[in-house]
């Protein structure tokens, strides 16, 4: 029986001050690390405002990101990451409401809190409107304000 389990010198490397390690899992394309301000995978830090969602199944994990870029890391024993996943990703939203706009849908605002304790909003249209159309970004932007009046943020 181990008394210590160690991190490896590889994870301590990897991980960029003042980033905590939190957690980790060895996986065939290197270490995916989750720590309080990012999670590491393969070689690529993303913090964790930045993570829309993580998405797992049996050969590993798939990260999309709030610009919609997929990162995918083969991990067959995750260990304790996905759950480090899952609260990071859900503790770094402050605000996530829903408003319709009009009569073909609406629009979900949602405020990330940044590493520097600013707050980065992003909007989340539904798929029947033109997230381009002027009006449709009016109407959005209105409802942004409104909503961080009503929040306080």
């Known amino acids: 029986m181990k008394l210590f389990n160690r991190m490896p010198a590889e994870v301590r490397a990897a991980v960029t001050p003042p980033d905590r390690v939190l957690t980790y899992a060895e996986g065939p394309g290197g270490y995916v690390i989750a720590t309080d301000r990012a999670l590491y995978l393969g070689g690529v830090r993303l913090p964790w405002f930045q993570v829309d969602r993580g998405v797992w199944d049996e ?5 999309v990101t709030t610009a919609g870029e997929r990162h995918r890391a083969p991990l067959p024993e995750p260990g304790r990451v996905p759950e480090a996943v899952r609260e ?27 590493e520097d304790d600013r707050m980065l909003w992003e909007f989340v249209f539904d798929s029947g409107l033109d997230s381009t159309d002027p009006g449709v970004l009016a109407l959005a932007e209105q409802a942004l304000e409104e909503t961080r009046r009503s929040f306080g943020v």
């Open 59 to 63: 050969e590993g994990l798939t990260v």
């Open 88 to 114: 990071r990703v859900v503790a770094s939203i402050v605000v996530s409401h829903y408003v319709p706009l009009n009569a073909q849908g609406g629009v979900r605002l949602v405020a990330r809190r940044a």
